[in-house]
């Protein structure tokens, strides 16, 4: 999706977004944290060549242990968008 190869490296969330859409990234982050349901957006995230990639983010918070960790699933919307810009 991010354009990685091989070993994938350990990325910190705030890195993912796109310029246009890290408001609407950290909007995502700081509910996950509130301990409201799992969130979900329509954001752009930044490809390793720069271009932005349109996708849905979902991300919660994730509690147990003496552990508090952060998952975000990401679903990529690029097909979806090329088939709506067809019709």
């Not at 995502?28 to 301990?35: E, G, N, T, V």
């Not at 003496?66 to 019709?87: I, P």
Request: overall charge negative; aromatic content about 2%; charged content about 30%.
């Amino acid at each position: 999706l991010l354009g990685e190869t091989g070993e994938v490296p350990h990325r910190d969330a705030s890195e993912l977004p796109h310029p246009e859409s890290r408001a609407e990234f950290e909007e995502l982050l700081r509910l996950a944290d509130s301990d409201a349901e799992p969130a979900g957006r329509e954001v752009r995230l930044l490809h390793s060549d720069g271009r932005p990639i349109p996708a849905y983010a979902v991300a919660t918070t994730i509690r147990g242990r003496g552990r508090t960790s952060l998952l975000v699933v990401l679903h990529d919307l690029t097909e979806r968008e090329r088939a709506a810009a067809l019709l």
